[in-house]
């Protein structure tokens, strides 16, 4: 799961605001200009903290993520556009309720208002793919 956020340090930053040393360190996970003003997340996005190479373990810290605020983050598909969404992607939205005008203009789905407990299990395991666990999904709004 992944950086799919700006990091807890500068995500309200636009790439020309950034200090040197915090675009060196988005650089390091695959940021360009673009994707960083844009919020298109980085190449390491489906990755597990454990998983993650050293240096970019270094490069996140810098952000401010720790193993914690990374993981909690890994909302896989939070800031891509429905064309931008995989096969198994699209069909777990499609369970939860979304279209793409819903996904594309951050709208909500019958689900918004459930606990995870109170989800059937079949649309648990679509949210699953889509980076939710109970601790997530019961956070977010």
């Known amino acids: 799961m992944g950086c799919l956020y700006s990091g807890p340090k500068y995500d309200e930053f636009e790439w020309v605001e950034l200090p ?9 996970l695959g940021y ?11 190449k390491y996005d489906h990755y597990d903290w454990e998983d993650l ?4 373990k270094t490069a996140c810290k810098f952000l401010g993520y720790d193993q914690t605020t990374w993981e909690e983050s890994g909302l896989i598909y ?6 931008e969404l995989p096969g198994n992607a699209i069909k777990a939205a499609l369970l939860l309720g979304y279209t793409k005008e819903k996904w594309d ?3 909500g789905t019958e689900y918004d208002d459930y606990d995870w407990d109170e989800l059937p299990e079949h649309v648990q395991e679509a949210a699953k ?3 939710y666990d109970e601790t ?3 956070q977010s709004d």
């Open 32 to 42: 360009t200009k673009k994707k960083w003003d844009n919020d298109k997340g980085s």
């Open 78 to 83: 939070n800031n891509h556009d429905w064309e």
């Open 105 to 107: 203009g951050d709208e």
């Open 129 to 131: 793919v889509l980076g």
């Open 136 to 138: 997530v999904w019961d």
């Open 53 to 56: 190479p050293e240096e970019v």
């Open 20 to 28: 040197l040393n915090a675009k060196l360190a988005a650089k390091k």
